[in-house]
């Protein structure tokens, strides 16, 4: 949601004693020694009200910036430092001036940052927000890094251990669209013993910007373990899940992040997904619409270094034919466990659920789930399942999956059929009460035929087994998940569902940011499997303005709703129609299966797509991205 802040909102800050002397940021010199002498190192927390709850103090700030309301929140407690947001050429300031003990050998500067815009360019930034120590910039942001919550990023600060420095934020804002920059629980932390004594001179040079954040995506090899067990209806699952997890990245891990993207189903703090007693590590309180949780973990995880989060889970399945909901006797649970979210040199990944389309966006990960559950359900999930009996009445699917990027299941008194593809895929069809035995069986038939042409031309299926569970009472067509996936009756539907076992389940993308990335390349794959050329279809194609591009983020698709599907899918598939007559027939098979094999349980990106095939042709396809707005 886009948000204009307003003027008014200057005044109540000012009544209620938040206004301060405006200062000039970064006005302390980086060499300043602090008068400290060496020493052995004592952790020290350097900034003072980080979280801004005890007013300003000892901040000094533009009038209005420490606040507690207006539109914005709080990442912990109630108030935090708004910077601009006012939708007019606008300069905001926050400052403390800080003194870094001597004796320590580390020092790290956090800040949590949320940044709001209503500026809708994917490659200007005309407002921005600079932090800097001393004289040193640590980075600059932008409109073009708005998300929806919070996100963490973190410096590296030990060059100023042993100086007075101020820590300062400057917002600067254009005549144009507002942008918000949201500042909370600024800490700047020392640790580690130093080993030398300090300079009893100050640096003649200005310290050196920190390095650019790591880009390795964390945490990594997520394995998960998990056990449920269902009421009677299968409409209620309580018991446990774990998940064991490795840092990837050169950047200590001090945190996790949950995704409980089914919370979007329920109200807000009444949610339809409960964790509780959580062990491994501390938990805040619910954010981005209590869809995510931050787990604190007891020491912050070094490169290479791996641990273990655990928690009681309860899910109660709302009513409703839905990826996550139940149609009378027929419970659907997809996107139900939580799972791990990804931080990247973009810092943590916590957009928002959309019903547009997908917000999912995870790491391949290991998979072992048991769902105890009465015998007259059928419980068909992502994975190779075993059913096994449990108490009386009572049966113990055990389902493992290796490499996959989500775990859904259903349970249900389904119809059931089952084949194998000439490929050797084992398939099932599982059908809700009202499709009948001929409709089930001609599904089962094109989803054999099906996984074999998506083999065929990117790469053998891993998965084991493919299950397809049916219900024409499905509001949004079908819906992918590994090895699972949901359906109506439909040929064409259930090719593109099963297209997406490779576009976004074994090459993942980024599917809130980058939706294109599975919905256009599965369109294109399923044109092929039916047989399609997409011939002419580039040509039918109208933009709707010079902001809209295939490449755009289910941000701008959710404020342009009617024009997603055309756009995205439609002309996302006709543009690799286009590419494929550009470069040839051969070299855009050539491209497409090589690229899938080099991602391989992978995760793709626009940039990465567009190099790969440039360097399958001669041809400068320059030009060619421009006139098919592919941006990235």
């Known amino acids: 949601m886009r948000r204009r802040r307003l003027l008014p909102l200057v005044a109540a800050a000012g009544a209620a004693g938040l206004v301060v002397t405006a200062a000039v ?20 927390q350097v900034v003072a009200n980080g979280g801004f709850e005890n007013g300003t103090s000892p901040w000094t700030s533009s009038s209005g910036v420490i606040t507690s309301g207006g539109g914005q929140s709080a990442h912990g407690g109630t108030r935090f430092a708004w910077l601009d947001g006012y939708g007019s050429a606008h300069t905001d300031t926050l400052s403390q001036a800080l003194a870094i003990p001597a004796g320590c050998g580390t020092a790290t500067l956090t800040v949590w940052l949320h940044v709001d815009t209503a500026e809708t360019t994917a490659t200007t930034a005309y407002d921005t ?42 917002g600067t804002e254009d005549s144009g669209l507002q942008t918000s920059f949201v500042v909370d629980d600024v800490a700047l932390g020392t640790s580690g ?36 067990s269902s009421d009677t209806a299968g409409t209620t699952w309580t018991g446990h899940e774990s998940v064991t997890f490795t840092n990837a990245s050169a950047a200590p891990l001090g945190d996790v992040y949950l995704r409980l993207w089914d919370n979007y ?13 959580v062990t491994g590590g501390t938990p805040s309180a619910l954010s981005v619409g209590c869809t995510a949780l931050d787990v604190a973990l007891p020491t912050p995880l070094q490169q290479g270094q791996s641990g273990t989060i655990g928690f009681d889970l309860r899910i109660v399945v709302p009513s409703g034919a839905d990826r996550f909901g139940h149609d009378g006797a027929f419970a659907f649970l997809g996107n139900a466990l939580p799972v791990l979210a990804i931080r990247d040199g973009s810092g943590w990944h916590l957009d928002p659920y959309t019903n547009n389309g997908e917000s999912f966006y995870s790491l391949a990960a290991d998979f072992h789930v048991t769902l105890d559950h009465p015998s007259n359900l059928l419980v068909p999930a992502t994975g190779t399942s075993v059913d096994t009996p449990g108490a009386a009445g009572r049966t113990v699917t055990t389902a493992t999956a290796a ?48 996984i074999d042409a998506h083999a065929a031309r ?32 439909s040929t064409n539907a259930l ?25 256009a390349f599965t369109d294109y794959a399923t044109d092929l499997a039916e047989g399609k050329t997409g011939s002419g279809c580039w040509s039918s194609v109208s933009w709707q303005s010079s902001a809209e591009k295939i490449t755009n983020s289910m941000a701008y698709w959710d404020a342009h709703s009617s024009r997603y599907s055309t756009v995205v899918y439609g002309y996302g598939k006709c543009a690799l129609h286009d590419l494929r007559r550009l470069i040839g027939d051969s070299a855009m098979t050539t491209l497409l299966h090589d690229y899938a094999q080099s991602h391989w349980y992978g995760v793709s990106t626009t940039a990465e797509f567009k190099a790969a095939a440039q360097a399958a042709t001669s041809t400068d396809l320059t030009s060619f991205w421009t006139q098919h707005r592919i941006d990235g």
């Open 495 to 519: 090719t593109h569902e099963l297209g997406h076992q490779w576009f976004y389940g074994i090459v993942g993308d980024d599917e809130y940011n980058s939706p294109w990335l599975d919905e």
């Open 403 to 450: 490499k996959v990027r989500d775990f859904a299941w259903a349970a249900g008194a389904f119809s059931k059929v089952s084949g194998t593809s000439p490929g050797g895929v084992p398939v099932n069809v599982y059908a809700v009460s009202g499709i009948s035995a001929a409709s089930a069986q001609s599904m089962l038939s094109t989803a054999e035929s099906a």
């Open 193 to 228: 013993d130093g080993g030398t004594t300090p300079p009893t001179t100050p640096p003649t040079t200005p310290p050196t910007t920190p390095p650019a954040a790591d880009s390795t995506r964390t945490p990594a090899s997520p394995a998960y373990t998990v056990n449920l």
């Open 25 to 44: 940021a970064g006005v302390a010199q980086a060499g300043t020694r602090a008068a400290a002498p060496a020493t052995a190192c004592t952790p020290t």
């Open 129 to 170: 927000l600079t932090a800097k120590l001393g004289g040193t910039t640590l980075a600059t942001y932008s409109n073009l890094d708005a998300g929806s919550g919070y996100v963490q990023r973190t410096f590296d600060v030990s060059s100023f251990i042993g100086q007075n420095a101020s820590l300062s934020f400057t």
């Open 458 to 489: 990117f790469g053998a299926y891993p998965y084991g087994e493919v299950d397809a569970v049916l219900d024409n009472n499905f509001w949004f067509g079908g819906m992918e998940y590994p090895g699972f996936v949901l359906d109506l009756v």
């Open 265 to 277: 189903h329920g109200s807000c703090p009444s949610t339809p997904i409960t964790v509780t007693n």
